[in-house]
């Protein structure tokens, strides 16, 4: 998966713009650099974003701009897309991060699982409602990413760069494979410090609790484990009423005078390259606070600080189908305003159809 990733972003502009996610209603494709912040910083990546994709009525939905969206409601049904694939291409993307998705969700099954196990609940009658709806599938996400090098030399200059501002991810769990680069580093914030997070054991023998270790595939690096790093998502801290908190993350560029083993080596510096697959509920399920007499009989403490990461304009809403659409259409302002006309995003996160705003304002 980070071979066919690396070929890809590989590719010229041109290529890669051929799958623009700005054609897509459903927020499906590649995003140059600079087109994301996060928190209030521009972020230094390109990426592609695919996603689950539905059985559509209409084959040419996602694909053609003059697709009446304003017609779908809830928005969340808008998501429902199909991929922009490269295959003429690259044909090998579309099977291989298939096959790759498929996997990787079958993992966080078990994690998702596991999550109810450890609060003393049976996973079937906790969240599995939530997951496998009659109608209507777990809506996983997989953005492939490549971070160009920080070519500043200067000390002068900010010693980094950000790759990816800090944040927590607003979905359920996301696992996330990544290459180990010599300047890009992957960081979590734990007990009070930013913490690098490596992205293959040295030891093969050295198992690290916090990490699921997977036997690498790649040609590049057939001889070393990599890492498949878990990380906690907003909606798993609101549905545990905080138990489990949120892992808050960042990427960081270093320059080649803060990479130690850039500079002692003459190795040209290449891009970070990471694939992370968010893990969602079904978008027709709302997700809250479970009943918190049903976990009332574990001891902990909930940190008083548990909630400083979630941003406050940023609030969960409960249908896990309009907070997806709410997250994306603020990270993608360009792609709302191309595709979305008739939405508004209120300060709250609710999403109204503009016509249902002048009406609400006309009753108050
Ligand atoms: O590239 C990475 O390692 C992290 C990406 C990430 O956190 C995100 O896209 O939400
Ligand atoms: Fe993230």
């Known amino acids: 998966m980070l071979d066919e990733t690396r070929s890809f972003f590989r590719r010229p502009l041109d290529d890669k713009m051929r799958i623009s996610y700005e054609n897509s209603p459903s927020f499906r494709g590649f995003m140059k650099l600079g087109v994301e912040n996060t928190s209030g910083k521009l972020d230094y990546r390109e990426q592609v974003e695919y996603a689950v994709e539905y059985n559509l009525k209409n084959k040419d939905k996602d694909n053609s701009s003059a697709y009446q969206h304003n017609k779908s409601f809830p928005v969340y049904e808008r998501l429902k897309g199909r991929n922009p694939w490269p295959d003429d291409i690259q044909p ?28 003393k609940l049976d996973p079937k009658d906790t969240l599995h409602d939530k997951f496998f709806h009659p109608t209507e599938v777990p809506h996983w996400v997989i953005k492939l990413i490549s971070y160009p090098p920080n070519e500043s030399e200067s000390e002068s200059e900010k010693s980094t760069q950000q790759g990816v501002g800090e944040h927590t991810d ?16 992957l960081q979590a914030f734990s007990q009070g410090e930013w913490i690098d997070v490596p992205s293959s054991s040295i030891d093969d023998d050295d198992t690290n609790g ?4 997977c036997s690498s595939s790649s040609s590049s690096s057939s001889s070393s484990s990599r890492y498949l790093i878990c990380n906690l998502g907003e909606q798993v801290q609101t549905w545990s009423n905080g138990y489990f908190l949120a892992t808050p993350h960042r990427v960081i560029m270093r320059t080649s005078s803060s990479s130690s083993f850039a500079t002692t080596s003459n190795i040209p510096r290449t891009p970070r390259t990471s694939v ?70 209120l300060d709250d996160g609710r999403i109204i159809k503009r016509r249902d705003q002048s009406t609400n304002l006309a009753r108050s």
């Open 170 to 185: 607003t979905n359920f769990l996301t696992l996330l494979a990544q290459d180990s680069s010599t300047d890009g580093v």
């Open 92 to 119: 090998t993307l579309k099977s291989t991060t298939t096959k790759y998705s498929t996997e990787v969700c079958a993992i966080a099954d078990v994690i998702r699982d596991s999550l109810c196990l450890a609060l």
């Open 276 to 345: 992370a697959l968010f893990y969602n509920p079904s978008l027709a399920a709302t997700m809250g606070p479970l009943d918190s007499n049903k976990i009332s009989n574990l001891s902990w403490e909930r940190p008083q600080d548990y909630q400083q990461w979630q941003r406050p304009n940023n609030l969960m809403i409960p249908s896990v189908g309009d907070n997806t659409f709410k997250s994306l259409a603020r990270s993608h302002p360009k792609v709302f305003a191309r595709h979305h006309k008739d939405l508004k995003i």
């Open 210 to 213: 916090d990490s699921t270790k």
